[in-house]
């Protein structure tokens, strides 16, 4: 019964989240239109049959805009989240590994950078660097991995004295090989439901950045550059904001149910 | 006696992160290409017109003096005067924090209203159907960007039903608290999400517990046995997660308040850098990193009182 | 004792019957004398030292609390009477003498002498870092005669003295208040003869002016109090204006049409001296040669980028003066749209093949966004591949000052009633070397001769000329590509009336009336 329901969602979001992989892939197959071609005698138009989700402030097709731009979105939610994820697990496996020295700076750095409010950070970087998405994954991979490592290192110190780790240690193994083959398999789990509904916060960090005019350079189609494109006229163009903030959080639904999918089939396991 | 020594080895170990985030910011804000003299004369800037105002702002003086000054003001807590507001630092940091306070403060209440309301339902009832609902809701309250729904919220409830101010921060205390509603409840959204779920998660997982059968077995009623496990073990999670979200409202609401016109702490920090106002950026962050450093020790602290078998150490 | 308590309890009553019934009508006489306007615009002030004010947001807020010896007239092209109700000129056009308005007070009380007016000039003339020191240089001295006349001696014939001495650094403020109190104060806090006192500013929030009740205008100004408060978020702005939370306020264009459709709002328009425009580093090797520049005329479709900037309220510009501006001149040849000379200019110029530029946009700015993204499809017809570079603001900015970029956008408006002062911004190459174009060579030094002598030409048919041949020249050279011009707009609600702003920008609210 239990087992069935899982499924179910798990399915759903599935589905939802194969279309928009196929969008990512092979935008040209879900429209015909192009996301930068301009057209001055079709300024802020309502949704039609011509244009689903109608046209902005230059004439461009929104559903085309949107279609273009999940691959840059998926992008930055998966890659921004991997290589938090990515670093932030081995330091914080390390540390907690070693202990000790190691393991006091590691909590030193991340006193330092908690203190830092995570905008601010961010308003920084992008400050000296300039605005565009590689930098942008560069503000959120610098404020993103803190978590990982937060968890990862809790979770090491609770399983470092459990039996296999002595034993493994008695066995004359090397320390990386324990910590790599023997205790990252057992605190991955957790690292690996967060950084599911990390994506979406990447995601939605994007859009926000975006909204503040941090984001991604233009014409280039993306969500949160899109709906805070569109902000000016959302009073009289609802549709331009409204369809890509429709789009994002579907896609959130659909990564989360997808993540606590499987999550679930792992505790099964 | 135990307690005592933990808090004043951690405040010891502040120290030196207190320096290192001094010279970060220091640093930083140089970093930045841009110069205060250059964005206050604006469009009628000269190079003789920057020269002067350089000297005047005391920008021409060596670096490593420019920074022994930040570090002379950091510990007299006298951070001078902005450079591009003519104010000192202090009074526009309390001016504006009265507005950030308030707003971090609504903000949490209504986050802790939501999400124990619905927490609590989804935890605890047995229909699944409620539990799917609600969890649907947090889901798509997750996914939602918070100036998205703020504006929304801003156009039905002011705009359409004139029912609470379009923005802005009011003159008097209950005007002020009128104007907090709808930035707190944007605010609240992805906050409450993250709690219900965890709230739900901590509810099902002590309902598997032992001890709450046990309590059961006692024959202790349904209510009490709710009040007094459950709440308490899903107190420490929850205020975890509430004090980190709380500490990056504190300092992160530039979103909020610049949707809803509110003269905060976001928008006011968000501004210095925008101006290379560098006394008012080093200063408004180095505050910025006590209060977190403070919070955090803080919440450390009341993780004993919440749950005693976690131990300070 | 003869009092009753019965008496003595009516007389209490009665007693207290007329003082809470004087208070009462005390207070409703109160509630309807006292009126106050709350005004919300995008973004607040920096500094009211007229010494130190350079930004629009600062500059417009001036004469709120400050007046000069003379001011601007609401054509933004005359100067009318202010401090000084006459003057006269001497033969060889060296020395003025101002004869100051008897018995004219500061709005914490004191008189105003000609020591203030001597201190005030003087003050901003002198002072290290203001930007208004090169302007101000041609003063040579400025005295006092008798009590009630002030002599302003210049150093060249000037024709621009009256509109220099009626702009806001010439602003007339108290020299014991201002010695007392102090450069920052006076940036927060300045006193003046101007119509409204600032009583608070708070930072980023909200300034409120209160009646100067010592205004020498008898009557003026008719409201009691006028706010100014600070709401970043343009939707925000307007949805607060129809709601009736606030009174008035300045309108993006994006938001034009939507505030005009509103029935329960007025818009006022007010013609402007601002002219967007698109510079062109003419220092960089790419944009040195002029046939690359005009080339990048001939390929911009003016007219499609004001449609959608301005969303068709501007009006076409071909000079960097704007039509409301003085010495506009109206017979500049019609830049045509013309893809085809576009790229034979660029053959001619060794890029057949193609060429890359840069343009940089200040991140957060939606429509500089939306003019590159448009200028980028333009200009690629051409066969010009436009690069679009988001920067922060502050860094864009400083990059154009250090010529340090290829395609810039800005836009300038005029802060006097003359010419001279834009003219000599882009033809002037030491002061601010040509707005940041780096423009240079035989033309320029022609344009900047021009703009030399009228600025010493006493005959207005004269100046207009030169200016007009300088107009042409820099039509020719481009050194910018000049877009249009829009008015000014601010919405109300329809019990406000008396709304004005001058084409410089400045807002005069004196005679600003609400009804309830």
Redesign the interface.
């Known amino acids: 019964m239990k087992k069935k329901k899982i499924s179910i969602s798990f399915l759903a979001g599935g589905v939802v989240l194969l279309i928009i992989l196929g969008m990512a892939v092979v935008p040209q197959a879900f429209t015909s239109q192009s996301p930068i071609s301009q057209d001055m005698s079709a300024l802020l138009q309502a949704p039609s049959s011509a244009h689903w989700f109608g046209t902005d402030e230059l004439g461009r097709d929104i559903f085309a805009r949107v279609v273009y731009g999940t691959r840059i979105d998926l992008a930055i939610g998966v890659f921004a989240m991997l290589v938090s994820a990515i670093t932030g697990t081995l330091l914080g496996l390390v540390a907690a590994y070693y202990g000790k020295t190691v393991d006091a700076c590691l909590m030193r750095v991340l006193d330092v950078m908690t203190a830092f409010p995570f905008i601010i950070l961010v308003i920084a970087i992008v400050a000296i660097m300039g605005s565009g998405i590689r930098n942008m994954f560069i503000a959120i991979w610098l404020v993103g991995w803190k978590d990982y490592a937060k968890l990862v290192r809790s979770e090491v110190l609770s399983e470092k004295n459990i039996e296999y780790v002595a034993a493994a240690k008695t066995l004359g193994y090397s320390n990386l090989r324990i910590m790599l083959r023997h205790i990252l398999p057992n605190v991955i789990d957790g690292a690996f439901v967060y950084a599911i509904s990390d994506i979406m916060m990447c995601m939605l960090v994007g859009a926000s950045l975006s909204f503040l005019g941090l984001g991604v350079s233009a014409p280039t189609p993306e969500w949160g550059a899109i709906i805070s494109g569109g902000r000016t006229f959302i009073t009289r163009a609802w549709w331009i904001s409204v369809f890509p903030g429709i789009v994002l959080a579907v896609t959130g639904v659909a990564i989360s149910l997808v993540g606590k999918g499987t999550a679930d089939m792992m505790k099964g396991r | 006696m135990k307690e005592f020594n933990y808090i004043i080895k951690r405040i010891l ?2 120290i ?2 207190l320096l ?2 001094t010279v ?1 910011i220091f640093a ?2 140089r ?5 205060p ?10 190079d ?9 702002l005391g920008l021409d003086q060596p670096l490593f003096f420019q920074y022994l000054l930040f570090l002379k003001q950091v510990l007299t807590f006298d951070f001078g ?1 902005s450079i ?4 000192p630092v202090w009074d ?1 940091f309390k ?2 924090a009265v507005v950030t306070l308030t707003l971090t403060l609504v903000t949490a209440i209504f986050t802790i209203i939501i999400s124990f309301i619905f927490g609590y339902a989804a935890g605890m009832s047995r229909h ?1 159907l409620i539990s ?1 609902t609600i969890d ?1 809701i947090a ?2 309250m ?7 729904i703020g ?1 929304q919220l ?2 039905i409830f ?2 359409n039903l ?1 029912l609470l ?5 009011g003159s008097t205390w209950p005007e002020h608290i009128r104007s907090m509603i709808l930035p707190a409840i944007s605010g609240a959204m ?1 906050t409450s999400a ?1 709690m219900i779920r965890n709230i739900e998660e901590e509810i099902t997982k002590i309902k598997k517990q032992d001890y709450v059968d046990f309590a059961y077995s006692k024959g202790l009623k349904k209510g009490v046995v709710r009040n007094r496990y459950i709440l308490k073990n899903v107190m420490v999670s929850t205020v975890t997660l509430l004090s980190m979200r709380v ?2 409202m ?3 609401s ?2 909020i308040e ?4 509110l ?1 905060g702490l ?6 210095g ?4 106002d560098y006394t008012l950026v080093q200063s408004l ?1 180095y505050i ?2 006590v209060i ?2 403070v919070m ?1 020790l803080l919440t450390d602290i009341s993780y004993s009182f919440l749950n005693p078998r976690i131990r300070l150490e | 004792m003869h009092f009753s308590r019965k008496k003595l309890m009516a007389l209490l009553m009665a007693g207290l019957c007329t003082i809470s019934s004087l208070g009462m009508t005390g207070s409703i006489v109160k509630a309807e004398e006292t009126t106050r306007v709350v005004m919300a615009r995008g973004i607040d002030s920096t500094t009211l030292d007229p010494a130190m004010a350079s930004k629009n947001q600062d500059i417009w807020m001036m004469n709120f609390a400050l007046e000069g010896l003379v001011r601007a007239a609401e054509n933004g092209k005359d100067i009318e009477p202010a401090l000084a109700d006459t003057w006269e000129i001497s033969e060889d056009n060296l020395t003025y003498k101002f004869h100051l308005r008897e018995g004219v007070k500061f709005s914490n009380g004191e008189e105003v002498t000609p020591e203030d007016c001597i201190y005030s000039i003087t003050r901003t003339r002198d002072k290290e870092g203001s930007p208004w020191q090169g302007m101000l240089s041609v003063i040579e001295s400025v005295e006092k005669e008798g009590d009630d006349t002030i002599v302003v001696k210049v150093s060249q014939p000037t024709p621009a003295l009256l509109s220099l001495l009626a702009m806001f650094p010439c602003s007339i403020m108290p020299q014991s208040y201002c010695e007392e109190v102090g450069d920052d104060q006076i940036a927060n806090a300045p006193v003046g003869t101007g119509p409204f006192i600032l009583t608070s500013w708070e930072k980023n929030s909200q300034m409120v002016f209160e009646k100067n009740p010592y205004y020498w205008q008898e009557g003026l100004p008719t409201v009691d109090e006028f706010v100014m408060t600070v709401v970043a978020d343009e939707n925000t702005r307007i949805m607060q204006l129809q709601s009736g939370q606030i009174d008035m306020t300045d309108v993006p264009l994006a938001q034009l049409d939507l505030v005009k459709a509103d029935s329960n709002l007025v818009v006022d328009e007010f013609p402007s001296t601002a002219v967007d425009y698109i510079i062109l580093n003419c220092a960089n090797e790419k944009l040195e040669d002029v046939r690359v520049r005009q080339a990048l005329l001939y390929a911009t479709d003016r007219e499609a980028l004001n449609t959608a900037l301005s969303f068709g309220y501007g009006k076409l510009a071909d000079s960097f003066i704007s039509p409301a501006a003085p010495h506009y001149n109206t017979n500049l040849p019609e830049i045509t749209y013309d893809v085809e000379k576009a790229k034979e200019l660029l053959a001619e110029a060794g890029y057949a093949d193609g060429l890359d530029l840069r343009v940089d946009v200040g991140s957060g700015y939606s429509s500089e966004l939306q003019e590159a993204t448009m200028l980028k499809e333009q200009w690629a017809k051409a066969g010009v591949n436009l690069e679009i570079e988001q920067i922060d603001r502050a860094t864009a900015s400083s990059n154009w000052s250090a010529g340090d970029y290829e395609v810039y956008f800005s836009y300038l408006t005029s802060d006097m009633t003359d010419t001279s002062q834009l003219s000599e911004l882009w033809c002037v190459s030491e002061s601010t070397n040509c707005w940041g174009s780096g423009w240079h060579g035989e033309k320029q030094q022609e344009a900047e001769a021009l703009v030399k002598e009228a600025g010493m030409e006493m005959d207005e048919e004269k100046r207009a000329e030169l200016y007009g041949q300088m107009q042409e020249i820099v039509l020719e050279e481009v050194p910018n590509i000049p877009l249009y011009t829009t008015p000014f707009y601010v919405a109300h609600s329809k019990n406000i009336d008396n709304v004005k702003q001058n084409p410089l920008g400045n807002y005069r609210f004196e005679e600003l009336t609400k009804t309830n």
């Open positions: 170990q502040m030196p992160a290192v985030i970060i930083g804000m970093l930045i290409p841009g110069d003299a250059i964005t206050m004369l604006g469009t009628h800037y000269s003789a017109a920057a020269e002067g105002l350089r000297h005047k005067n591009t507001m003519n104010a526009l001016q504006k699944p799917k649907s889901l798509v997750l996914s939602i960007p918070e100036f998205w504006i801003m156009l002011g705009l004139k101010p379009v923005g802005g921060w992805g993250l500490i990056g504190f300092a992160g530039v979103v610049t949707v809803f016109a003269p976001g928008s006011l920090l968000m501004q850098i925008m101006a290379r962050v910025f990193a977190v450093l955090n």
